[in-house]
């Protein structure tokens, strides 16, 4: 007989949260979630972080789960509160990322009456749905425990999507017994043992093969396998942008994230075969799609949908990624692969990291040097869409361990703060966040939450009063600007107010000190960094942009 136990509904939230592993919820409170609120704050074993913003929380439980591998999990109120989280959940949808979303909603007696009841969303569930894989609405208090595991369970089930659930406010506050119900054991999807076969025998016989890590390697926790298949195979690893860290960047077969760069082309020009791993080849890394693939492309992801979705596959493997590669391991025992093959990839990434170098100017060459110089190896690396990103957060500075290179892959601009709060909890470390100063005055409030929970966030602000990436593509494709220029902001007078430590950086010479006495502190720190001193960065047009300017 399962055990029942009395208690309110939201107190069943608190507990089955906690039966499923749950350790931090991101959220704000509101009379529409109050006793969920209040059971978790005052759970042993859950910690709640006070957001400011509902969308903050959604970035922050993303990146919280992008590095621990774990379930990242919001809470808001109904209506409004749960409309301001939709922007978070897309980007945690567009990313694969483990994130839910618990929600109120109105009193049952009045829900879908159209009354015009406080905070009240009729087609609530429809708006999830838009961003979510599996949303439930709860109906009676006895099957919140019950329900909440069953989206949990969705998440993590192959590849990972977000999920909601909304519960109304009468049935947080009932009283009933309540079974507890933890999550389900999520399994691995594995390969089919013939296309394994098909594909270690493409593999071991190329002579210039090229593996290809996308960012279902991260969320597989498959680094260690992709290297040790590398190895075995000597071949040289490409990673995406979200692949970046599943193999050390300083290790000497990785070639980083390069192919939105022409020099990337040659390397698929020559290659005889690839192993495309934990990726849907997106328009960015493909250089919209114009990057060739040789027709002996081995595809390995956890989604059938996405394997021959943009390049057709010789033998498409659906699985995991750790367990693809695993089984490749098994069945690969060396490659015969060309050494002067590797040696001309290795060339050509030189090559581009010295081009970046000259774009970038030395100021921002001493930079990169200078963070990965003090910045820890498990520290994590957050970089909201801003010019530095684009630049040298990307492709110049070195990610050497998984799981510590977040960014907002939908290519939002300001999430970076929310995703550094998040990453900063899930690992315990110091997070260093590039941030733009137009970025961060979307979630600039965040700060006031870096403060209440001594989140030990550096917020790295490269200021130049405007959006520099937009200023250029409108100087380059419309020859003249609006909308980019912003006002000044003092944001160490700002961050101070909220009670961060922040300092200004007025030089390069400045640099180093400062970042060494934020990493010296315990909880969140700014840096205020005058771009309009440092040597300028030369940013060609992306790849799209020319391509509109073209026609």
């Known amino acids: 007989m399962p055990t029942m136990t009395m208690m309110t509904g939201g107190q069943a939230v608190a507990e089955t949260l906690s039966a499923i592993g ?9 009379v529409h979630n109050l006793p969920i609120y209040d059971a978790l704050s005052l759970h042993r074993d859950i910690q709640v972080i006070n957001v400011r913003h509902e969308q903050a929380a959604a970035h922050a439980a993303d990146a919280y789960s992008r590095v621990t591998g774990e379930l990242g999990v919001l809470l808001t109120s109904t209506g409004p509160g749960a409309v301001n989280a939709v922007p978070g959940i897309y980007e945690a949808a567009f990313v694969s990322s483990r994130v839910m979303m618990i929600t109120g909603q109105i009193e049952s007696r009045f829900r879908g009456k159209g009354k015009g009841f406080l905070h009240e969303h009729e087609k609530q569930p429809e708006m999830l749905n838009t961003v979510c ?43 009933t017994d309540i079974e507890i119900v933890g999550s389900s054991k999520t399994e691995r999807i594995a390969p089919d043992e013939t296309l394994l076969d098909q594909a270690a025998e493409i593999l071991r016989t190329a002579e210039r093969p090229v593996i290809w890590a996308g960012g279902g390697v991260n969320i597989s926790g498959a680094g260690q396998e992709l290297t040790a298949f590398a190895e075995r195979l000597g071949a040289p690893v490409v990673t995406t942008i979200e692949g970046r860290g599943s193999i050390s960047e300083t290790h000497p077969l990785s070639l980083g994230f390069r192919t939105d760069r022409v020099s990337g082309m040659e390397i698929f020009e020559e290659a005889d075969a690839v192993l495309a791993v934990g990726t849907r080849f997106q328009n960015y890394a493909t250089r919209v799609w114009s990057l ?58 030189a090559a581009d990291e010295q081009a970046v170098r000259e ?57 970076g703060l929310p995703l550094g709060m998040g990453a900063a909890i899930g690992s315990g470390n110091h997070t260093l ?61 700002v961050a101070e107010g909220m009670g961060v430590d922040a300092e200004r950086v007025d030089g390069l010479e400045q640099f180093e000190p400062a970042l060494a006495r934020a990493l010296e502190r315990q909880g969140p720190t700014l840096l205020d960094i005058d771009m309009n001193v440092l040597a300028p960065i030369r940013l060609p047009l992306p790849a799209h942009q020319r391509s509109q300017k073209e026609q």
């Open 22 to 30: 749950v350790k931090h919820v991101f959220g704000i409170v509101s």
């Open 133 to 175: 894989r599996s949303v439930a609405s709860v109906r009676y208090t006895e099957d919140i425990s019950r329900e909440l595991a069953r989206v949990a369970d969705d998440i993590r089930r192959g590849r990972p999507q977000p999920g909601a659930i909304e519960i109304p406010i009468d049935l947080q506050y009932r009283t």
């Open 292 to 349: 060739p693939m040789p027709e002996k492309l081995v595809h390995v992801d956890v989604d059938p949908e996405v394997i021959g979705r943009n390049y057709p596959a010789a033998v498409a493997v659906v699985s995991d990624a750790k367990l693809g590669l695993e089984g490749l391991l098994k069945r690969v025992k060396e490659g015969n692969v060309d050494r002067q093959f590797v040696d001309r990839c290795l060339k050509i990434r």
């Open 359 to 415: 774009e970038i100017g030395s100021d921002h060459s001493q930079i990169v040097s200078i963070i990965r110089q003090l910045l820890p190896e498990d520290s994590p690396i957050v970089r909201d869409s801003t010019v530095p990103n684009y630049t040298w957060g990307n492709r110049l500075l070195p990610i050497v361990r998984s799981r510590t290179s977040v960014r907002p892959a939908a290519v939002a601009i300001g999430p």
């Open 433 to 493: 966040i590039v941030q733009g100063d137009g970025g961060l005055q979307l979630s600039i409030g965040e700060l006031s939450a870096c403060a209440e929970h001594q989140i030990p966030v550096i917020v790295l602000v490269f200021n130049d009063s405007g959006y520099n990436i937009l200023r250029i593509i409108q100087d380059n494709v419309l020859g003249r600007k609006h909308g980019t220029e912003l006002p000044t902001v003092d944001f160490v007078k």
